[in-house]
């Protein structure tokens, strides 16, 4: 039979195990601070007219790594920067990783197609083909929850019959660069 006394032993022992864990989960996160790999941003390029959006959705609960999806708003036409970078008519989305390396850094590594409208033929019949592949490396440096700097470099690849850059074939192009970005909302 439950007596008054068991019943707030229970409830006495149900509050402490709660509080307990809802201590150590919040604990956990104190090491990423206020600064989570989470959120929708927009990305400006100082100097230029380079526009990026991103989403970073969090693989873990605290915040510390990430998968990567965006698009370039206003993306760089690669023709202009090296001759070795074959004309494009726009970029694919990007999709990626990101992880957390300190209480205010992240490195991330992103991936996009530049692609060329075509004629469909007989042999290939799309209206697309893949002209290269740019991957973007860098770190991300916080200056709050909602706000930070990033260090990057974008390299063009031809593609590898995966839909991956080809690396056993020189790069066509590697550029190191800096942006920044704002989350959507704050």
């Known amino acids: 039979m439950f007596t008054k006394k068991k019943i707030t032993l229970a409830v006495v022992g149900t509050a402490a195990a709660a509080f307990l864990v809802l201590t150590q989960t919040a604990g956990s996160n104190r090491c990423v601070g206020p600064n989570k790999l989470e959120g929708a941003s927009v990305m400006t390029v100082p100097g230029t007219p380079l526009l990026w959006n991103g989403i970073l959705a969090p693989s873990d609960p605290s915040g510390r790594s990430a998968a990567i999806y965006g698009s370039l708003a206003v993306a760089i036409p690669g023709a202009l920067l090296s001759p070795n970078v074959p004309p494009t008519d726009y970029s694919s989305d990007y999709v990626g ?58 390299t063009d690849y031809l593609v590898g019959a995966d839909g991956l850059p080809d690396m056993s074939k020189p790069a066509l192009f590697s550029m190191p660069g800096t942006a920044t970005a704002k989350r959507v909302g704050f």
């Not at 692609?115 to 490396?137: D, G, L, M, R, S």
């Open 97 to 154: 990783e990101a992880v957390m390396t300190g209480p205010h850094t992240a490195k991330f590594s992103i991936v996009g197609h530049a692609i060329n409208k075509v004629t469909p033929t007989e042999q290939y019949p799309f209206f697309e083909k893949v002209a290269y592949v740019w991957v973007c490396t860098g770190e991300m440096k916080f200056k709050g929850p909602s706000e930070c700097d990033y260090t990057f470099t974008i």
